[in-house]
């Protein structure tokens, strides 16, 4: 049976970024006015806050593709001069992970970015020659986890640079109710508002956890998710009252208990965990430093008195 693709595909239908959607609706008009390219967006914050949904947003609303690739995807300077090469005339490239591309595909990006062109080598050696070949105006969009992870070169090359904010409970309410509806699924609004609560300020996550919740709400219930139903399935999905899960409550669980409340180094940490340490800094500290249950200091992480409450060490 067909399911129906529950990402907003206008920038009217996305919730949530105000600060982001109002600039971009403007540069977007703006370069559709003048009949150019949009420049080259980073977009970088913590994962499944929608930078993937908003770079298919600016194509649609720009009336352009948007071809999808990633860092580690590309391995060759050559294949990244055919996929440059294949592009239309003001389309989107979209690359995520941009900060793992590596450096000789890099550097083909640099001409490509700034003057639409690509820079070929002929020849060998001593008698090397360059031919540029001219590249349709595209806008590059790239994502990462975190800026400071580009080289500065790169970096540079971006004109719309956004960071991408964990959402607040009642914009994740409202993309609960809105995917709810797309997807057909009963729901109250005191059963989204639980879902969004445990969600982590991830609208990813909130989608992920309506779909379980819905074989629960049909399978165990009577198909409605009500604030009860989603309780007790979230009860179950270990996912507890903050929407922390197992890897969150390890990592802190590990600085309480290995390492005395901390201060811990990440190295050390992440290590303890059997985890890397980008994974640690980039997808599991974001979370837990906006709800203040670590600090990070110069000595390294520590639990703060917020992190034993939640865990039901002191009162
Ligand atoms: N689905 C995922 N992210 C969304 C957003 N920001 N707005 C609406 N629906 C979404």
Known sequence: VYE?????KMLSDYIGQEKLKEMLSIYIE????RKQSLDHCLFYGPPGLGKTTISNIIANELGVNCKITSGPAIEKPGEMAAILNSLSEGDVLFVDEIHRLNRQVEEVLYPAMEDFAIDVLLGKESSTRSLRLELPHFTLIGATTRAGLLSAPLRDRFGIISKLEFYKKEELT???LRSAKVLSVPIEEDGAKSIAMRSRGTPRLANRLLRRIRDFADVKYEGVITKDVAEESLDLLNVDKLGLDQNDRAYLTAIVDKYSGGPVGLETLAVSLGEDSGTVEDMIEPY????GLIDRT???????????????LVQ
Do not use: C, M, N
């Open 4 to 8: 129906p693709k529950i990402r907003p």
């Open 30 to 33: 703006a370069a559709k006015k």
């Open 174 to 176: 409202k993309i609960v």
């Open 288 to 291: 837990l430093l906006l709800q």
């Open 298 to 312: 110069k000595r390294g992480r520590v639990a703060t008195e917020s992190a034993y409450r939640h865990l039901g």
